[in-house]
């Protein structure tokens, strides 16, 4: 929250420069003489006597910084730290009195903004009691807007600021639309300095286009490559997106500005003719731009997290401890018995070998083949513990409906890290392996005791090895077609995962 609080205050600081400058810009630009001629009309057409300075700038800059002021009073201290912590009383004794403040000061700002009215009114009475009001209506309609805005905001921390902090696509996109507001903003607040037409044509054309633009690249283009593939979809959509973004800002623009008809009508033609020749194309092209980007990423993703794994996994699995214990296994059966077992053991480790050289560097193998090596690694650390009478290994697999294709990999770290912290010669374990499918998902469950190692135990802090790695390959090949829940307490560990191979 600390840091949402930062990124507002640094937007509401903007945006309060930016006004603050698109006021001062005219002052910069234009002589005393024509300030007067510009900004004076209406006390020059009632007879009144008009400086730009104390009748403009100075209340318009004073108005602003209130608004600022108290904004950043009411949403940063009395809202947080007591209306929010129902610490009413005191809350409210400190807002009170900032509203009337508020009020009073927008009074003495408009009592000099309109001061032009003292010679519509008859009355000094009568131009007073009009400031009074306005300064109501302000006052009111800013305690609304504010309500709204603090509403909205607690629903975009509550729903969404998570999200944007965890989702790269969707942070990308927010961020797209706040720098695309921003220059929007800035171009209105200084061309409504300098020319009000100029103004209400950016206060037309901007919106209108931004929302073409990001309603085609975050929808309708994606929707036509990754659902319906129709090109009488795509043009159907791009059609309405065009004509209802310019057409609603037309309609806006004519509510807020003073002109004939014909003259939106032609800014709303103008609009339709630049969304389809201008926005369009460079959407397109840039959605295309920026999806190969994301394939390429993807990709070396992909082939990233599975050199990763490879080396990941044979350092944890097939490293020279294992080799040892499965050798001096073989050794030990060898002297005690026949040689059956013993070829029975090397044919299984052999298999193991085979897989990891061959099957383990495709893309996606048959499960069954993930599924024999796992039974081959069984084997083997039964033969280890084969003398141990209280140690339980149960395997229960299902094959029936395993017709499907899996990343390589992606079952045995689970298995592998039970038997590394599942067995203990010394105490009572258990490790319990499940599979089974249906026509669309595998369903993979793990459970093994947990017991304290040694302390000289080099493998102690372990625990887990090959896991994150394995995470971060699922998220990578099976995004949104997973579930990995992992539970785990002071003598038992257990994981479950599900995988949708058939979307």
């Not at 990233?304 to 296994?329: E, K, M, V, W």
């Not at 996606?364 to 993930?370: G, H, M, N, V, Y």
């Amino acid at each position: 929250m600390n840091q949402f609080k930062k990124i507002e205050f640094g937007i509401v600081t903007g945006i309060f420069l930016l006004l603050l400058f698109s006021v001062l810009y005219p002052s910069l630009i234009y002589n005393v003489f024509e300030l007067q001629d510009i900004y004076g009309v209406k006390f020059a057409r009632y007879h009144q006597v008009f400086d730009y300075y104390i009748h403009y700038l100075l209340p318009i800059m004073g108005q602003m910084a209130v608004v600022y002021v108290s904004f950043l009073l009411v949403n940063f201290v009395i809202v947080p730290e007591f209306l929010e912590k129902e610490r009413w009383i005191n809350g409210v004794l400190l807002l009170i009195p900032l509203v009337v403040l508020y009020f009073l000061i927008t009074i003495v700002c408009n009592s000099y903004y309109n001061g032009y009215l003292f010679g519509v009114y008859d009355t000094v009475r009568g131009a007073h009691m009009h400031f009074v009001k306005s300064a109501f209506i302000i006052t009111v309609f800013s305690s609304l807007v504010y309500v709204v805005y603090y509403f909205l905001k607690k629903a975009f921390y509550d729903t969404l600021y998570t999200r944007f902090n965890s989702d790269y696509a969707f942070r990308q996109m927010m961020m797209e639309i706040f720098w695309a507001s921003s220059l929007f903003a800035v171009l209105f607040c200084l061309s409504f300095a300098d020319s009000r037409d100029l103004a209400l044509m950016i206060f037309f054309f901007g919106p209108s286009q931004i929302g073409v633009f990001f309603i085609l690249r975050y929808k309708v283009f994606p929707d036509f490559e990754d659902v319906h593939h129709s090109k009488g979809l795509l043009i159907r959509d791009i059609a309405i997106t065009v004509i209802g973004c310019n057409l609603l800002m037309a309609l806006v623009t004519r509510a807020i500005g003073h002109r004939h008809g014909e003259w939106f009508a032609a800014i709303g033609a103008i609009g339709v003719w630049a969304s389809l020749m201008g926005v369009t194309p460079i959407c397109w092209f840039l959605f295309r731009s920026r999806k190969k980007q994301q394939q390429t990423v993807v990709t070396l993703k992909k082939a990233l997290g599975r050199s990763a794994a490879d080396l990941d996994f044979l350092r944890s699995q097939i490293n020279p401890h294992f080799l040892f214990n499965a050798l001096n296994t073989l050794y030990g059966t060898a002297l005690q018995e026949e040689a059956a077992r013993t070829s029975e053991g090397i044919q299984k480790l052999g298999d193991m070998m085979r897989f990891m050289l061959h099957d383990n560097h495709q893309e996606k193998i048959p499960l069954d083949k993930e599924v024999a090596y796992l039974q081959n690694y069984i084997a083997l650390q039964r033969l280890r513990v084969l003398s141990s009478p209280d140690i339980l290994i149960e395997v229960n697999i299902d094959e029936s409906q395993c017709q499907h294709e899996i990343a390589p990999m992606l079952l045995i770290p689970f298995v592998e890290n039970a038997f590394k912290h599942g067995i203990s010669l010394r105490h009572r374990s258990r490790i319990v392996i499940s599979l089974s499918c249906t026509a669309e998902q595998i369903f993979f469950d793990v459970y093994n005791s947990v017991h304290p190692r040694p302390e000289n135990d080099p493998e102690r802090e372990g625990m887990g090895i090959g896991l994150n790695n394995v995470k971060e390959r699922l998220a990578l090949l099976y995004p949104q077609r997973h579930e990995l829940s992992i539970r785990q307490t002071a003598s038992e560990f257990f994981i479950h995962l599900t995988i949708d191979v058939n979307k």
